[in-house]
């Protein structure tokens, strides 16, 4: 299992607003450790999505948006486009560990 | 502009050695933590080992310490992926990124390694 829980699947229909959890625990997300997201589209590599909690990188669209409260985080994702379905992918740092760690991974299906 | 090109992925039998390599263009190599990571057929991604921008602090999964050893020659902007007895287990596309604890901003397309017999 990993230490970061994601649900291995999210669906939305085009135009709907969808989120994905990523929940952690008082070693990682809790501590105040940031928490980054990556888009990984069929068949190619991982892209960073979110970065620090909420922060977009240049040319990543608005309608993802990223958020952290507690021991958990969530990626929103708005105006649902055929596009977006990939794999969503969580990251943070966990002290007990002293390694970054990734959720498991979920799944969006875009209907 | 960043890129990552990684090499040197292939098929290998159990127990053998590969050695990956990753060629970093379009920023100060030098200046940067660098990592691997793994991922299985159908599975997630796995940190698998990362080095600070001089090489003084290495970090490697358990799944792997003691039989991978990470590199750099900031000379060349490279980043190497000796891995030795190899298993089965081991069998993923291997990405280069750039950074480690933090995010990881630009990563390579990925190497393939295969371990069978």
């Known amino acids: 299992q990993s230490v970061l829980t994601q649900p291995p699947s999210v669906s939305g229909a085009p135009g709907q607003r969808v989120t994905i959890s990523c929940t952690g625990s008082?070693?990682?997300?809790?501590?105040?450790?940031?928490v980054h997201w990556y888009q990984q589209l069929p068949g190619t590599a991982p892209k960073l999505l979110i970065y620090?909690?909420?922060n977009r990188p240049s040319g990543v669209p608005d309608r993802f948006s990223g958020s952290k409260s507690g021991t958990s985080a969530s990626l929103a994702i708005t105006g649902l486009q055929a596009e977006d379905e990939a794999d969503y992918y969580c990251?943070?740092?966990?002290?007990?560990?002293?390694?970054?760690?990734f959720g498991g991974g979920t799944k969006l299906t875009v209907l | 502009q960043v890129q990552l090109v990684e090499s040197g992925g292939g098929l290998v039998k159990p127990g053998g050695s590969l050695r990956l390599s990753c060629a970093a263009s379009?920023?100060?190599?030098?200046?940067?933590?660098m990592s691997w990571i793994r991922q299985a057929p159908g599975k997630g991604l796995e940190w698998v080992s990362y080095?600070?921008?001089?090489?003084?602090?290495?970090y490697y999964a358990d799944s792997v310490k003691g039989r991978f050893t990470i590199s750099r020659d900031n000379a060349k902007n490279s980043l190497y992926l000796q891995m030795n007895s190899l298993r089965a287990e081991d069998t993923a596309v291997y990405y280069c990124?750039?950074?480690?604890?933090?995010?990881?901003?630009?990563w390579g397309q990925g190497t393939l390694v295969t371990v069978s017999s």
């Open positions: 080095i600070s921008s001089s090489g003084s602090t290495i």
């Open positions: 620090g909690n909420s």
């Open positions: 990251q943070s740092y966990d002290s007990s560990l002293s390694a970054s760690v």
């Open positions: 379009g920023f100060t190599f030098s200046d940067y933590y």
């Open positions: 008082s070693s990682n997300i809790g501590a105040g450790y940031d």
């Open positions: 990124a750039r950074g480690a604890v933090a995010r990881l901003d630009y």
